[in-house]
């Protein structure tokens, strides 16, 4: 299994019949970008003990995920968008 590259094969799935002839990738790239920072920037609800430990990780785990695809290199070609993400360490 391949973990460099990520692919999201929209033609075989039950979304194909609903993306607009003006879907642009990298502008959705761009929004999931958007959407990482909007995790680093908003608040924690009042909560204490273990609840508040499981809000934490979930945001945790959405800012990564934001994150990811929000550094992805989009390409639609022939209905079948490609989304791309180096998963490998910095080179040093």
Do not use: C
Not at 27 to 42: T, W
Not at 43 to 54: A, D, L, T
């Amino acid at each position: 299994m391949n973990i460099y590259v990520t692919n999201w094969i929209l033609a075989w799935s039950p979304y194909h019949r609903s993306v607009s002839p003006a879907f642009d990738p990298n502008e959705m790239v761009l929004r999931f970008r958007e959407r990482a920072e909007a995790v680093k920037r908003r608040g924690f609800p009042p909560v204490e003990g273990p609840e508040r430990q499981r809000v934490i990780d979930a945001a945790n785990l959405d800012f990564q995920d934001f994150a990811m695809l929000g550094d992805a290199t989009a390409t639609l070609e022939d209905g079948i968008l490609r989304l791309e993400i180096d998963l490998r360490p910095p080179s040093s």
